[in-house]
């Protein structure tokens, strides 16, 4: 049986990918955030996943307004890195797994969430900066990695609930693959920020904490949060962190807060990550109907 080992909630600034990309991590604006995630990646050394689940949001590098689904699963066993518009990241190709991809498809689908399968994506900041965030500078990353897509670009994304719900459906699938991989599963996006418009520059550190407290210890209570709480609390941009609730739903009720860390500014981002240990609870059954 695969194990779900742990989750990494993360947000994905572009602008802290270029820092990294361009070796700028020492500079003022930069050090101060950069100097908060050794701890992050010496956790996640030890932790050893031998498989990351990440889900992200596609910022219309594979899917635009022509097409976008509400969730997409990559089935594939290699995703190439999107160009967004300045080349692509210097960064190593994200090889896939696509038996566990395959079988989360039947699994999850069987489950009554209706996913779309992809073969071919370009996985853009949304995917790439949470790895260089947990990883550093690789060759290779030193896991395979399974992208699941969430809309949360254009309206109506799928509601906080909707993503809890299916995180549990993903721990289900997990549970119930005959390999023996160690998964880890991200959720990135968030914290508060809005890029556009009048309130551009909103950041709302205080709200953002009280939601990471109820999302460690009342995941239940962060999953009711509405749309509109998300909008007025943590800008339109902030709907991202219903993806953090993916993350939290595939985790048992046995957690630990291995690490918290955020910081202001990052490009107009109030910039979070979150390390949770899962101390496995029971093995929940898949549901095959
Ligand atoms: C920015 C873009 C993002 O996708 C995000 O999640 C945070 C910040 C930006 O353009 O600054
Ligand atoms: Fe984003």
Redesign the pocket.
Known sequence: MAEIIGGVGC?????VGAAFDKGRTEEPYWKPYFDKLPPAREWIERMAPDVCIIVY?D?ASAFDLRMIPTFALGVADEYPIADEGFGQRPVPTVYGHSDLSWHLAESLILDEFDMTLVNEMPVD??LTVPLSVMYGHREQWPCRIVPIMVNVVQYPPPTGHRCWRLGQAIRRAVQSYSGSERVMVFGT??LS?Q?HGERAGLINTAWDHAFLDRLVADPEAAAAIPHLEYLREAGA?GI?MVMWLVMRGALSGQVTEAYRASHVPT???HNGLLLLEDHGGPAVPAVHR
Do not use: D, F, K, L
């Not at 947000?11 to 602008?15: F, G």
């Open positions: 947000s994905h600034v572009p602008a949001n910022h900041h949304g996006g968030g920020h890029i941009e991202e490009s107009n981002t």
